[in-house]
C-alpha cells in the first residue's frame, strides 16, 4: 500500500492540475505555466520554484487553458485561438482592464463614442470588448466573456476575432450548433483562416459528424501546420474508417452507432436505458445538454484498438461514450452501471465547461452509477493512518497512464469524498459546487464559496466520514 500511496501522489503532483496557460515564445518554445499576468511591458507567471517573469517581447502570445482532463471533447485543445487580430493595437486594451477589473465607465464611453458608427471609434469599442472578453476568459468566467463578445458584435458584426472566439466560447460548452453558426459567418469575412477550419473540425466532431470533422481539419493543416490538429485528424480518421461499416440510430438526446456484430434490438435497448439515466441525471444536476450525446458501440477488439484506453477501463468517454458490448444480446445490470457512469462524465463535463476535476468526475459518477465506499472502508482508512489524505489537488488531473491498483486507490478515495459531500451537504449543493467550477479559477476556490471549506478540512472531513461508519 505503501507503494501504491506513493506512485499515486508522485505521478497526480508531476501532472499540471486546475486551470493553466501555455506561454508560446517567438522563438517557438511553450511554457505551461499558472497564474499568467501580463504588466505593462512583461509576462509574470507562477511555477513550482516561485513567480517568475520575461519580456513582452519575447512572446508571441498566450493560449488560455482550462483544467486538464479526459472530458469534454480533447480531440481538440481547450486552449483559446491565437489569432491575428483586425482590431488596432493601442493603448485601449490597457485603459480598460484597470487594478485587475473591467473599467466599465471607460467602457461605456468608448460605446458611445461608437454609435456614431465611425470606423476608428467603432474599432476601439470592439478592441476594448475583445480585452474584456480576455479578461474574464482567463478566470473562468464563460459567460462574462461571452456577453462581451456579443457586444463587440453588436457594433460590429462581421469582425473575425469577436465570431471566431464566440464559436470557441460555445464550444466550451458543448453548443456545437451555435458555434458552426458563428464559424459560418466568419469564414464568409476570412475564407482561408485556419482557426476557422480548426474549430468547425471540433464542433463537427463533437456533434458525431466525422465526415465533415475530417474534411475540416485536412483544410486546417493544408492552410497551417498545427500538431494539435495533425493529432485530432488521426484520431478522427481511425473513427471514420471503422465506423464507415456501422449502423446507426438515434433517440431524443443521443445518435448511436454501433458495430455490425452488435444485434438492432441491443442497441435500442440501450438507447432507452440511456434515456432513462438521462431523465435521472438532469433532474438530480439542473442541467440538461444542450446537443444530442454520441454513443458507439464496440467489440473488444476495436474497441482497444480505437481508444487506445488502459486496460482497466470498461469504457471511455471522449466527448462520445464509446462502449465494448461484444457478446451481449441484451443490456445486463453491468452494463446498464456502465452507461450511467459514462453518462455522467457527459453532463459534469459539459454542466462545468469542461472544468471539473477528475476526483470530483469520478466520485460523482461512481456514485450516480450506485456504487459506494463502505467495502474500502477499512482499507482505506489504514492507508490513510499510515500516509495521510490522498491529496485531491494531486487528483484533478488525468488519471489515464496511472497502474491498475493506483488508479483503483483514487477512484475509491474519490468516491469516498463525494459520498461524504452529498450525505452531509446534499445534492444541492453538490450542483452548485458544480456551478462555481464553471465559473471559478479553481475546484478548490468553488468548494471553498459553497462549502465555506478548503481542500485540506474536506479531506479530514471525509477521514472523519469514513471513522464513523
Not at 35 to 54: A, C, I, K, Q, Y
Not at 151 to 174: K, N, Q, T, W
Request: with cysteine; glycine share 4%; proline share 6%.
Amino acid at each position: 500500500m505503501r507503494c501504491l500511496w506513493t506512485i499515486a501522489v508522485a505521478f497526480a503532483l508531476l501532472t499540471p492540475a486546475g486551470a493553466a496557460d501555455t506561454i508560446v515564445l517567438k522563438n517557438g518554445r511553450r511554457i505551461r505555466a499558472e497564474s499568467v499576468v501580463v504588466e505593462d511591458d512583461r509576462v509574470r507567471f507562477e511555477t513550482p520554484s516561485g513567480w517568475v517573469s520575461l519580456p513582452l517581447s519575447l512572446v508571441a502570445h498566450i493560449e488560455v487553458g482550462t483544467t486538464g482532463n479526459d472530458f469534454g471533447s480533447p480531440v481538440a485543445p481547450f486552449s483559446a485561438p491565437a489569432l491575428e487580430s483586425s482590431i488596432p493595437a493601442d493603448d485601449v486594451a490597457a485603459a480598460t482592464l484597470r487594478d485587475g477589473s473591467v473599467n466599465r465607465e471607460w467602457l461605456a464611453q468608448l460605446e458611445l463614442q461608437a454609435r456614431s458608427a465611425e470606423p476608428r471609434a467603432v474599432a476601439r469599442a470592439v478592441a476594448a470588448h475583445h480585452a474584456a472578453a480576455q479578461f474574464f476568459l482567463r478566470r473562468g468566467e464563460l459567460e462574462s466573456a461571452l456577453a462581451h463578445y456579443r457586444r463587440a458584435l453588436h457594433f460590429a458584426p462581421d469582425e473575425p476575432v469577436a465570431l471566431i472566439h464566440l464559436a470557441y466560447l460555445h464550444l466550451r460548452r458543448s453548443e456545437f450548433t451555435a458555434a458552426l453558426e458563428y464559424l459560418d459567418r466568419a469564414r464568409r469575412r476570412v475564407p482561408e483562416s485556419p482557426e476557422v477550419a480548426k474549430l468547425a473540425g471540433w464542433a463537427y466532431y463533437g456533434s458525431n459528424r466525422l465526415e465533415p470533422a475530417v474534411a475540416e481539419w485536412r483544410r486546417a493543416l493544408a492552410l497551417r501546420p498545427d500538431p494539435e490538429v495533425a493529432a485530432a485528424l488521426e484520431k478522427a480518421e481511425r473513427d471514420l474508417e471503422v465506423e464507415s461499416r456501422f449502423r446507426g440510430s438515434q433517440s431524443r438526446h443521443f445518435t448511436l452507432r454501433y458495430d455490425g456484430n452488435a444485434r438492432p434490438e441491443l442497441a435500442q435497448d440501450i438507447l432507452r436505458v440511456l434515456e432513462e439515466h438521462f431523465a435521472a441525471l438532469a433532474a438530480a444536476l439542473n442541467y440538461i445538454p444542450p446537443e444530442p450525446i454520441g454513443v458507439v458501440l464496440y467489440t473488444d477488439r476495436s474497441f482497444a484498438d480505437l481508444t487506445r484506453a488502459p486496460a482497466w477501463a470498461g469504457a471511455v468517454n471522449d466527448g462520445r461514450l464509446r462502449v465494448p458490448v461484444q457478446g451481449l444480446s441484451q443490456v445486463t445490470p453491468e452494463l446498464a452501471r456502465v452507461l450511467r457512469h459514462e453518462l455522467a462524465h457527459s453532463f459534469l463535463a459539459q454542466k462545468t465547461g469542461g472544468r471539473c476535476p477528475v476526483w470530483l468526475h469520478e466520485g460523482v459518477a461512481q456514485w450516480f452509477e450506485g456504487q459506494r465506499s463502505q467495502q474500502a472502508r477499512a482499507s482505506l482508512l489504514a492507508a490513510v493512518q499510515r500516509h495521510g489524505p490522498l491529496p485531491l489537488a494531486a487528483l484533478e488531473s488525468s488519471w489515464t497512464e496511472l497502474p491498475a491498483e493506483t488508479a483503483s486507490l483514487a477512484y475509491t478515495w474519490s468516491l469516498a469524498v463525494v459520498e461524504f459531500l452529498i450525505e452531509t451537504h446534499g445534492l444541492r449543493d453538490l450542483e452548485r459546487i458544480l456551478d462555481r467550477i464553471a465559473a471559478s479559477a479553481t475546484a478548490e476556490q468553488a468548494v471553498r464559496e459553497i462549502l465555506r471549506t478548503e481542500y485540506a478540512e474536506l479531506e479530514q472531513q471525509t477521514v472523519r466520514f469514513l471513522s464513523r461508519r
